[in-house]
Structure formats: structure tokens, C-alpha cells
């Protein structure tokens, strides 16, 4: 089965190229201000039309209101919402109605107290992106390089398609599947040659590590 990759936190034009070259399943673009990838929403639909068709257009927020849901959704030309933040199991479901959008909810995990989530959510959202809860008084929820236990999940299912995140890199993309029998991707900082700057070879080495 084809590993799908999902490239997350794109801001450039060729950082799109990249990902396209590299046969991203995926590409993400962040809305959070805190995030060194965040994006505004012309950017993001700029980006967004540079997009072949079968690749997934994500659009990832924190916590976002509906205003925002609304602007965003509203310019972009979008596949996919991924919810990164606190939101309740109602709250994606909400958000799935109102925008008839497939959602991805991300879940946090740590230690085994963080798996149930995942089978909660699992009710309500199209897919899961299973990814390293952040540290104590971290600023992201996500896109900070580090990885989790990855024997918590080994060999689990959940009730829909899930993506597997939280510092992958080329050098661990097949450990990582291996261990978790993983067949979805997702890397952001990973593939960087500075923080919030996306580097084509990384996500070139990436892809060629996901396919080996």
C-alpha cells in the first residue's frame, strides 16, 4: 500500500513545488498566529491554486471560531479542516456540518491516559492525526519536532483513516511506519532548514524515505 505524506505549514510557492515533486498526498497550511508557518488567508488561496488536483488541500487552525472558519473557507479552495486545538467531540462535529468539509481531528498522545481520545474522536471526525502532545507551556500544539512512544499505538486501528505525526524526519520516516504500521504521514518542522522555513531537499528526502 502507498505511504500518503502530508506536508504541513507550506507558506511559499516553492514550498508547494517541493511537496508536489516529492508526491505529497497532502499539503498544509496553517492559520494559527502563534505559529512561525502561519499564513493569511490570500496567501494561503494563492498557494492554494498552485495545487494539482488529487492532492489534498488542508487548512489547519487552533480553537478557531466560525468568523474565521467562515474566511477562511470562504477564499480558499479547500479539501480538508484539521482541528488542532481543545475542540469537543461536538465542536468537530459542528464544524463538519457547517462547512461539509472531511475534518481531521489532531489527538495528543503521551502516555497511555491519551489513547481514549482517539476512539472519541474517532466517532465524529473523517480521519485522526495521532501526533505528540506539546510540552508543558508550549506555545503549539503541534509542529514542535518531537516524537511520542510510538509503541502506544503499535499495531492499534481506529474507526477511520489516520495520520501519524510529531517530529518525523527522513532519517525516522521508516522506523516510525515499521513500528507503528503507520500508512499516513505528517511532517512540518521535520523538513526544515530553519524554523518555519521549508527546505526542498529535506522534503525530498522525506518523500524518498516514505516510499523505501
Request: charged share 25%.
Amino acid at each position: 500500500m502507498t505511504i500518503r505524506v502530508k506536508y504541513c505549514g507550506l507558506s511559499r510557492p516553492e514550498d508547494v513545488a517541493a511537496a508536489v515533486a516529492a508526491g505529497a498526498g497532502y499539503v498544509g497550511f496553517v492559520f494559527f498566529p502563534k505559529s512561525p508557518r502561519c499564513i493569511d488567508v490570500q496567501t494561503a488561496r494563492a498557494l492554494a491554486l498552485e495545487v494539482p488536483v488529487g492532492i489534498a488541500k488542508v487548512a489547519l487552525t487552533v480553537d478557531a471560531d466560525d468568523a474565521l472558519l467562515d474566511e477562511i473557507t470562504g477564499a480558499v479552495p479547500l479539501d480538508m479542516l484539521q482541528l488542532h486545538g481543545s475542540e469537543s467531540p461536538e465542536r468537530v462535529s459542528e464544524v463538519r456540518a457547517r462547512y461539509g468539509l472531511p475534518v481531521m481531528k489532531a489527538v495528543g498522545i503521551s502516555g497511555p491516559e491519551d489513547l481514549p481520545a482517539l476512539e472519541t474522536y474517532g466517532k465524529v471526525a473523517d480521519q485522526l492525526l495521532v501526533d505528540a502532545k506539546p510540552p508543558q507551556g508550549a506555545d503549539l500544539p503541534g509542529g514542535n519536532g518531537l516524537p511520542f512512544d510510538w509503541r502506544l499505538i503499535a499495531g492499534r486501528r481506529w474507526p477511520v483513516p489516520w495520520m501519524l505525526a510529531g517530529g518525523l524526519t527522513a532519517e525516522n520516516a521508516a522506523e516510525a511506519l515499521r513500528r507503528t504500521g503507520a500508512r499516513q504521514l505528517d511532517v512540518s518542522s521535520g523538513v526544515e532548514s530553519a524554523r518555519g522555513v521549508k527546505d526542498a531537499a529535506l522534503i525530498r528526502a522525506f518523500g524518498a524515505a516514505a516510499r523505501a
